[in-house]
C-alpha cells in the first residue's frame, strides 16, 4: 500500500474532486462512488493542504461534506493556481535539476554529457554518505526534457553534442503587469508561474466577477491553443452527457469562446466525424492528442466568423439559414435612462430600436433563442410585449414567467 | 506540459532555501518560513527532512550546499509564449514598461484565437492617450503609497473634485472596466478610470486626513436560493455565482432540490437581483425576506403588461 504523498502525479484525477468541491460540494464522502473511499479520503486531505482556508465542510444527516468556497473578490492571485504547483517527482529529479542548472550557469557555459557527468560526482555528490548514482540515460534523458522545454540548448560542436542554458529574459520590472494579466487572460496559470520567479509584495489589483474555475482546465486550454498555432486536428474524449459511450472525438479546433458571466469556456471547432462545426464544453474535455495539419483550417475559421453573426452564446446550428428570431419591448421610466444603457451596452449582436422616449424594442435573429432568455429575464418588470418566432422556446418564457407568479404568490 | 515539477511550490522552495545558504542564511527558522509562505500545508512534513537526511542531496550535514550559483532557471519556452500574447494585447499599453525582446518568440494565443462572447460592448478606451496616462498615475501613486488630487464626473454627471488615497485598481471583465478603490474621500470608495477628467499625484502629508476618513468596509450580505435541478439549473447556478462565497445542501433525493446560500456585497443587490430572476422559477429565493420582496416587486410590475 503506497503512503500518502501532498503531492499528485496526475492532474485529470484532481481535476474532477476539484470541480466536485468548487462546483457542487454538497456530496458527502459515501456518494463519491467513482472512487475508493481511500482514494477519496487522500484527495480530500491533499486539496485541503493546498487551498487551506477556503476549504470548509457542513455536517449533516448523510454525513460530512467538504466544499471549496472562495470570494474571488477578496483574493488578488487565483488560489485554485496552487494545484498545478503539486506536481510530484522523484529524489533524483529534483537533486538533478538543482544541480543541471548550477553546471549550466551561464547560457556560455557548455558541456557534453560525460562532461556534466564528471562534475555532478566530483562537484556536487561527493561529501553524501551514500551519493546518488546517475547514470548516463538518467542524465541525457533530464537534459532532453529540459530541451523540450526551452530550459536548454542542444548543439553539436566538432561532432560532439554539447548542452548549454538557453538565454534568459529579465522579467523583474514586469510584476504588476503579470499580477493583472495572469488573473484576466487565458491560461493565467502561467503568469503565476512566472510571478514565482520574482519578488514582489504590494497588492495592486482586485478582481470583480473574477471566474476562477477555468483555471483547472488550463493544459486543456494551453493543448488547444497550440493546436490552433499550428492548425491541427485534435482528439479527445468528451465527458458530456450526452456522449456516454466515450469514443474519442476528432476535432480541427478554430477558436476557445469565453464568458466572463459565468466563467464557462467552449472550444468551437470543426468535428471531423461529423463534418461540422460545433462546440465542446472545456470542462469535459480530456487527454488532448495532437493529429495531423488541416489545411482547410482559414476555410473553417472564415465560416466560424460569418456564424459568429447568427451566436448569442456559444450554440450552432448544423441547418443553415435557420435562424430563431426574437423580439421583445421594455418600457422605462424617464428617470431611468440606465436601463436603456444597460440594453446598449449588453446587446451584442442584436438590434435596439427607440420606438418612443420611453419605449424600447430589441431584436435578434440567432441560431438558439434560448440561449437569450436568461437575458431577457433580467428585464422584468419593464417587458411590455415578446415574441419568439421558436413557439417551443415561447411558450417556455410565457409559462415559467406564470410559475414564477405562482411561486411568488403574484395574484391577478 | 503545463503539470511539471519544474513550476512545483517545491522546486520554489527549495531554490529560495539554496539561495539563502548561498548567502550564508543557515538560519533554521527562516527555512521553515520559506516553507511556510511558499508551499502547501503539510509541505514542512516532507520538505526539510528530505534536505537533511539527504534524500534530496542539495545540503550538507553542515548546512552548507555544493551549489554554488543563485538557482534560478531561464523562461521556458512557454512561459516566453504566454509573455508574447501579453505583449500583443491591447491592454499592456496602459503599463509604462519596456517589454523584454521576444522577437523570435510565438504567441500562445492571439485576440483571434479567443472570444470573450458576453462582454459588454462599452468597456474603457485603451487606446486613449488621456485614459492610458491617468490609468499610469493611478498605479505609480499606489505603488508609492502617495496620494492623488481628481477631478471626474459623477454617477450623475456632475463634475467633483477630491482628494484620496488610491489603494487598488479594480478591474471587471465583465464590464471591461477599470475602477480604482480609495481611500480618505468622504465622496466616493470606488471611481471609474474612465469617469476621471484630471489626476495629479500629491506628495504632501496626507496621513491625518486618511485617519479622519476611514475607508467603509463591504458588507456583505446572504441570500438562500431554492434551486430546482431542471435544464441543468444547478450547473448553471452554481458557476454563475461560483465568484462568491457560497454553500450549497441537498434538500431532498428525490426531488433533485439544493439549498444554495450566496454572500454578496451589498453594494451589488440589484446586481444580484437580476442575476436571479434570470434563472426564473428555477431558482427561488427563500430568504431573507427583504430580498424576496423585490423580487415579488418586480413581477408585481411585470404581471400588469399580461404576458
Known amino acids: 500500500m503506497s503512503s500518502y504523498n501532498e503531492l499528485i502525479k496526475n492532474f485529470e484525477k484532481v481535476r474532477s474532486y476539484i470541480h466536485d468541491f468548487y462546483i457542487y460540494g454538497f456530496k458527502t464522502r459515501e456518494q463519491y462512488d467513482k472512487k475508493s473511499l481511500r482514494s477519496y479520503d487522500d484527495e480530500r486531505r491533499r486539496i485541503e493542504s493546498w487551498l487551506g482556508e477556503y476549504v470548509k465542510s457542513n455536517r449533516s444527516d448523510e454525513g460530512k461534506n467538504i466544499f471549496i468556497s472562495i470570494d474571488s473578490r477578496d483574493v488578488t492571485c487565483n488560489p485554485l493556481y496552487k494545484i498545478w504547483k503539486a506536481k510530484s517527482f522523484t529524489d533524483r529529479d529534483i537533486t538533478l535539476h538543482f544541480i543541471i542548472f548550477d553546471i549550466l550557469c551561464k547560457a556560455n557555459i557548455s558541456h557534453t554529457i560525460v562532461e556534466i557527468m564528471e562534475i555532478i560526482d566530483e562537484e556536487y555528490l561527493y561529501n553524501f554518505c551514500e551519493p546518488i548514482f546517475f547514470d548516463e540515460s538518467t542524465v541525457r534523458k533530464k537534459l532532453n526534457e529540459y530541451c523540450d522545454e526551452g530550459l536548454i540548448i542542444k548543439e553539436k560542436l566538432n561532432k560532439k553534442v554539447i548542452y548549454r542554458r538557453s538565454e534568459d529574459i529579465c522579467i523583474d520590472d514586469l510584476y504588476d503587469v503579470l499580477i493583472y494579466f495572469s488573473e484576466v487572460l487565458p491560461c493565467g496559470v502561467i503568469g503565476s508561474f512566472l510571478l514565482d520567479r520574482i519578488n514582489y509584495s504590494k497588492e495592486i489589483f482586485s478582481f470583480k466577477h473574477h471566474f476562477i474555475t477555468g483555471s483547472i482546465d488550463s493544459e486543456v486550454l494551453l493543448n488547444i491553443f497550440l493546436a490552433i498555432r499550428e492548425k491541427k486536428v485534435i482528439n479527445f474524449f468528451n465527458n458530456s452527457r450526452n456522449n456516454s459511450d466515450k469514443k474519442r472525438i476528432h476535432v480541427l479546433p478554430l477558436e476557445v469562446f469565453i464568458s466572463v458571466q459565468d466563467g464557462k469556456q467552449c472550444l468551437l471547432g470543426y468535428n471531423i466525424d461529423f463534418e461540422t462545426i460545433k462546440s465542446f464544453r472545456i470542462d469535459n474535455i480530456s487527454d488532448v492528442q495532437f493529429e495531423e495539419v488541416d489545411l482547410r483550417f482559414d476555410e473553417f475559421k472564415n465560416e466560424l466568423n460569418e456564424m459568429k453573426k447568427s451566436m448569442w452564446g456559444v450554440s450552432v446550428s448544423p441547418l443553415k439559414n435557420k435562424n430563431e428570431t426574437v423580439e421583445f419591448t421594455i418600457k422605462v421610466k424617464q428617470s431611468e435612462k440606465h436601463i436603456v444603457r444597460r440594453l446598449m451596452r449588453e446587446k451584442r449582436i442584436g438590434v435596439v430600436k427607440e420606438i418612443d422616449n420611453c419605449t424600447y424594442q430589441f431584436f435578434a435573429s440567432v441560431y438558439n433563442s434560448g440561449e437569450l432568455m436568461p437575458w431577457i429575464r433580467t428585464f422584468i418588470c419593464r417587458i411590455v410585449d415578446i415574441h419568439f418566432s421558436n413557439p417551443i422556446i415561447d411558450k417556455r418564457f410565457k409559462n415559467d414567467l406564470k410559475k414564477m407568479y405562482e411561486m411568488y404568490e403574484i395574484k391577478n | ?307
Open chain 2, 1 to 307: 506540459m503545463l503539470f511539471n515539477e519544474i513550476y512545483s511550490s517545491y522546486y520554489k522552495v527549495v531554490r529560495l532555501i539554496l539561495a539563502s545558504l548561498i548567502s550564508d542564511n543557515k538560519n533554521e527558522e527562516n527555512m521553515e518560513d520559506i516553507i511556510n509562505k511558499n508551499a502547501f500545508g503539510e509541505s514542512f512534513l516532507t520538505i526539510l527532512p528530505s534536505l537533511k537526511n539527504e534524500k534530496w542531496q542539495l545540503i550538507n550535514k553542515d548546512m552548507s550546499t555544493n551549489i554554488k550559483n543563485n538557482p534560478q532557471i531561464p523562461l521556458t519556452t512557454l512561459e516566453k509564449m504566454w509573455l508574447k500574447s501579453i505583449s500583443l494585447d491591447k491592454r499592456i499599453k496602459l503599463f509604462d514598461i519596456d517589454f523584454p525582446n521576444l522577437d523570435n518568440i510565438e504567441p500562445l494565443f492571439t485576440e483571434s484565437d479567443y472570444y470573450v462572447y458576453d462582454k459588454y460592448c462599452d468597456g474603457d478606451p485603451y487606446d486613449d492617450e488621456k485614459y492610458i496616462s491617468i490609468f499610469r498615475k493611478i498605479l505609480k501613486a499606489i505603488k508609492l503609497s502617495l496620494p492623488v488630487k481628481i477631478n471626474a464626473h459623477s454617477g450623475k454627471d456632475n463634475i467633483i473634485y477630491f482628494k484620496c488615497f488610491p489603494k487598488k485598481i479594480e478591474y471587471s471583465q465583465k464590464d471591461d472596466k477599470f475602477r480604482v478603490i480609495v481611500s480618505g474621500c468622504r465622496y466616493a470608495d470606488v471611481i471609474n478610470i474612465n469617469r476621471i477628467i484630471e489626476c495629479k499625484i500629491c506628495d504632501s502629508d496626507f496621513k491625518l486626513y486618511e485617519s479622519k476618513y476611514k475607508k467603509k468596509e463591504n458588507k456583505l450580505e446572504e441570500i438562500e436560493l431554492l434551486v430546482n435541478d431542471e435544464r441543468r439549473a444547478l450547473n448553471r447556478c452554481m458557476n454563475h455565482f461560483s465568484h462568491f462565497e457560497k454553500e450549497v445542501t441537498k434538500v431532498s433525493d428525490n426531488e433533485k432540490k439544493y439549498l444554495v446560500k450566496i454572500k454578496y456585497d451589498k453594494n451589488d443587490k440589484t446586481e444580484v437581483l437580476i442575476r436571479v430572476l434570470s434563472f426564473g422559477p428555477l431558482a427561488y429565493v427563500v430568504s431573507p425576506e427583504s430580498f424576496k420582496e423585490l423580487i415579488r416587486e418586480r413581477l408585481l410590475l411585470q404581471r400588469e403588461y399580461n404576458i
